[in-house]
């Protein structure tokens, strides 16, 4: 089958054959026409799939020929990373389109942002948090939304958004077209399913939680101390290209990241805590090769798409199975292949024979050689809690001095005159990229975007 079976517009073809792509992958085979005919869907599939192109193609196929300056179509995502590389996704297919689109996620300023919802871009991709924020003023009304989708339900939910989400949905109209897709269909995914969509077409690629088939896994059995030096090891001797790394928290993010560069390996690290333009220059940083290991948490694990990306490295076992899944379905996607290695110490052994039984198979245990298991290793990325508290309580204190010696510059003088000027003075004005409000949607996309269908050989 090809992407010409699916009666899809001329102009989209052409993007798509300009990217290189011939063959759809099955989630898009039986998704697109599907959602071309109007009905509402529901669709379980691995990550890495190609879902993206599965609901972007037919919404774009329907809102080609719609006049312009109204926003029909809105997309919510659960990270600022996910949105931000479903508008390139976008913007690659709708090259030879007029179609519009903007991002609207935290981090960066408002104003682009605002100025997309002014001027009726055919398509906004949201984080659900930013979108309540913009929907508080009076601008940002969406009277002509025709379709929703919803991507990585089960991810949203696992943040915390349900409420956000069904706060979401009073403004916008209840007669549209729902796209609901999800990694994994937990009860609670399912019963949102069952208030939003009417009469949904039903689509299951996975019977079960499992990576895709591309990726290779392999365990590697090392004390927590040691990891680190491990994973240097590795590095040197090539059989780690360039890796996405995840980590259990923040600061061991921090810890992390600090300890590589410490050993001359060009690293970055991205988490909740780093501003969006610090997420966006480590991501872009990553991607063209400036950085060889990208450091992560989970919270931006769905939102990383990295052509080609060789290896991932679970530094820390995840607790929960499903998110196993979501780590290591960062390489190995659209049918290429990568390696998915996890570092396990003693007391991990229960958390990875948990993934083991939901994956449905055991992993393989290596040990590297000529490696010494029994060395001294790093002290631990833990920071220990008193020497956390002391580090915040005097991050308070700072902040507090500092908003006392901006209120006395803001202030009036005893005498009742002007206060001083200087120092304290207005609001700062937010910063960020503008890139996040999208602008016309037919400009490329930068490296990593994501494939919709399998390169042709």
Same mark, same amino acid.
């Given at each position: ?9 001329p102009?989209l ?11 759809p ?7 697109i026409?599907i959602?071309?005919s109007g009905?509402?869907?529901l669709?379980?599939a ?5 879902k993206?192109a ?19 179509a ?6 600022r ?5 479903i508008l ?10 007029p179609l519009t689109?903007?991002?609207v996620?935290g981090?960066?300023?408002m ?7 002014r001027?009726g871009?055919?398509?906004i991709i949201?984080?659900p ?8 003023k009076?601008?940002?009304?969406l009277?002509g ?8 339900a089960d991810r ?13 949905l009073?403004h ?5 077209q729902?796209?609901?897709?999800s ?13 939003m969509?009417?009469?949904p077409?039903?689509?299951s690629l ?6 895709a ?15 680190t030096?491990?994973?240097l ?7 780690i290209?360039e890796?996405l ?6 600061h ?5 990241t600090?300890?590589l560069?410490?050993?001359g ?5 991205i988490?909740g ?6 997420r966006?220059q ?12 990208l ?8 939102g ?11 530094y820390d076992?995840?607790?929960?199975p499903d ?5 290591v379905g960062?390489?190995?996607r659209?049918?290429a292949?990568?390696?998915?290695f ?6 991990e052994e ?8 939901a994956i449905?198979?055991?992993l393989?245990?290596?040990?590297l050689s ?9 002290p ?9 508290i002391a580090a915040?309580?005097?991050?308070k204190a700072r902040?507090?001095?500092?908003a006392?010696? @901006?209120?006395? %510059?803001?202030?009036p /003088?005893?005498s !009742?005159?002007?206060g001083?000027s200087? &120092?304290g $003075? +207005?609001? #700062? @004005?937010?910063? %960020?990229?503008?890139? /996040?409000?999208? !602008? ?5 996309? &930068?490296? $990593? +975007?994501r #494939?919709?269908?399998r390169?042709s050989?």
């Amino acid at each position: 089958m090809s992407f010409s079976a699916f009666s899809l517009h001329p102009s989209l073809l052409s993007g798509i054959r300009e990217l290189g792509f011939v063959q759809p992958t099955p989630i898009q085979a039986e998704a697109i026409p599907i959602a071309v005919s109007g009905r509402d869907l529901l669709a379980c599939a691995q990550t890495g799939s190609g879902k993206t192109a599965a609901f972007l193609l037919p919404i774009m196929n329907r809102l080609i020929d719609h006049p312009r300056r109204t926003t029909r179509a809105l997309i919510l995502t659960p990270t600022r990373e996910l949105a931000a590389q479903i508008l390139d996704d976008l913007n690659a297919l709708a090259v030879h389109t007029p179609l519009t689109a903007a991002a609207v996620y935290g981090g960066v300023g408002m104003g682009p942002q605002e100025h997309a919802f002014r001027t009726g871009v055919d398509v906004i991709i949201a984080t659900p948090g930013r979108l309540l924020d913009h929907f508080t003023k009076p601008y940002a009304k969406l009277p002509g939304i025709e379709y929703l989708v919803l991507d990585e339900a089960d991810r949203m939910l696992d943040m915390g958004f349900l409420p956000a989400i069904r706060r979401v949905l009073r403004h916008i109209p209840t007669r549209r077209q729902t796209l609901f897709f999800s990694a994994t269909m937990p009860p609670d995914i399912a019963v949102l399913a069952g208030e939003m969509l009417k009469n949904p077409a039903r689509i299951s690629l996975q019977r079960q939680a499992a990576p895709a088939g591309g990726i290779t896994q392999a365990v590697y059995p090392v004390p927590q101390t040691l990891k680190t030096a491990l994973f240097l090891e590795l590095l040197r001797r090539d059989l780690i290209r360039e890796a996405l790394v995840f980590t259990r928290t923040k600061h061991r993010t921090d810890r992390l990241t600090a300890q590589l560069v410490n050993a001359g390996v060009n690293a970055a690290r991205i988490h909740g805590n780093r501003s969006q333009a610090q997420r966006t220059q480590a991501l872009e940083g990553f991607k063209k090769g400036a950085y060889r290991v990208l450091v992560a948490t989970d919270i931006a694990a769905r939102g990383i798409d990295v052509e080609a990306l060789s290896h991932v490295v679970n530094y820390d076992v995840p607790v929960v199975p499903d998110d196993y899944i979501h780590r290591v379905g960062r390489t190995g996607r659209a049918s290429a292949t990568g390696d998915a290695f996890t570092f396990v110490s003693s007391e991990e052994e229960g958390d990875i024979r948990a993934i083991e039984r939901a994956i449905g198979k055991s992993l393989p245990r290596v040990t590297l050689s000529d490696f010494d298991y029994r060395r001294v290793g790093e002290p631990s990325l833990e920071v220990p809690r008193a020497e956390r508290i002391a580090a915040i309580r005097a991050q308070k204190a700072r902040e507090r001095a500092s908003a006392a010696r @901006r209120a006395d %510059g803001r202030g009036p /003088s005893r005498s !009742g005159g002007p206060g001083h000027s200087g &120092g304290g $003075g +207005g609001r #700062p @004005r937010s910063g %960020g990229p503008s890139s /996040s409000a999208g !602008g016309r949607a037919g400009r490329p996309a &930068g490296p $990593g +975007g994501r #494939p919709p269908g399998r390169r042709s050989r």
